[in-house]
């Protein structure tokens, strides 16, 4: 993860922190944010551009494109990071409603963007209560509804999660091609392929949550995407919100311990 800060534009407007928030929640998720008892702090972002490097691959061999998949993973992390970076410059305790979107920056396909962004929170009975075991601010994707039900059940948010494949299909062979002419078959190799992707993504994600110390990962989602590096290469993402048990109610017991190696 990148350890950039926000620069000077940023900290200027997240050091007027305490005269106006600002925040992209509903009126409605407003009130409830209220109701779990906390109050928004501040709009919060992180972006990362970034440049996906080059791999060889065979076209008769299916098998992860490592270079591909550090590249996808390493930009989403950045803006991630930053996102986070700027939640602790206002002390949050966390962030809600985290997205993370995706674009081709410029006429490149080898130029990507993502950016992360929600809405920074602190709780207004015992701030630094609800930080992750490592004293950071939580992130999560879960709306605020979600949040507030999440709290009833004596659980926390740790950690926004994710993994990433990218992976390439192998090109079948032109006997086979002729011989499925006509006829209703499966592709075993793009069967094969998805299979494979999809497990190292999720045994990824799971291993973030593992790392952070958290119990579960709830809110999976996952998208499979094949339009970005041409024919036979496809993308598996998948991400969620890991979440840890802290007793009975919400009262919550910050314990500063070292990550996991």
Not at 192 to 209: H, P, S, V
Request: with cysteine; net charge negative; aromatic share 8%.
């Amino acid at each position: 993860m990148s350890e950039l800060q926000p620069d000077a534009i940023a900290s200027a407007r997240l050091g007027e922190v305490g005269k106006v928030w600002t925040s992209d929640l509903s009126v409605s998720e407003f009130a409830l944010l209220d109701t779990a008892g906390f109050a928004p702090r501040e709009f919060v972002m992180g972006s990362s551009v970034f440049h996906i490097g080059w791999q060889q691959q065979n076209l008769r061999q299916s098998v992860e494109l490592q270079v591909l998949s550090q590249a996808m993973y390493t930009a989403r992390m950045n803006a991630m990071g930053r996102m986070l970076a700027e939640a602790e410059q206002v002390g949050a305790d966390g962030v809600v409603g985290t997205r993370l979107t995706f674009r081709q920056h410029g006429l490149s396909a080898d130029h990507i963007e993502f950016i992360a962004v929600g809405t920074s929170v602190v709780s207004k009975d015992d701030p630094g209560a609800y930080r992750r075991p490592d004293g950071k601010p939580f992130t999560s994707h879960l709306n605020v509804q979600d949040f507030y039900t999440l709290l009833q059940t004596g659980h926390v948010p740790v950690e926004f999660v994710m993994g990433v494949c990218v992976w390439h299909v192998a090109a079948q062979g032109l006997l086979q091609t002729l011989k499925q002419i006509g006829r209703n078959v499966e592709m075993p190799q793009w069967t094969q392929g998805y299979y494979d992707a999809r497990e190292l993504a999720l045994t990824r994600m799971q291993q973030e949550a593992e790392r952070v110390q958290a119990d579960g990962v709830t809110g999976v989602e996952w998208s499979a995407s094949e339009w970005m590096w041409g024919t036979h290469t496809l993308e598996f993402f998948t991400s969620g919100t890991a979440v840890r048990k802290v007793g009975s109610g919400n009262a919550v017991t910050p314990t500063l311990v070292l990550p996991l190696s």
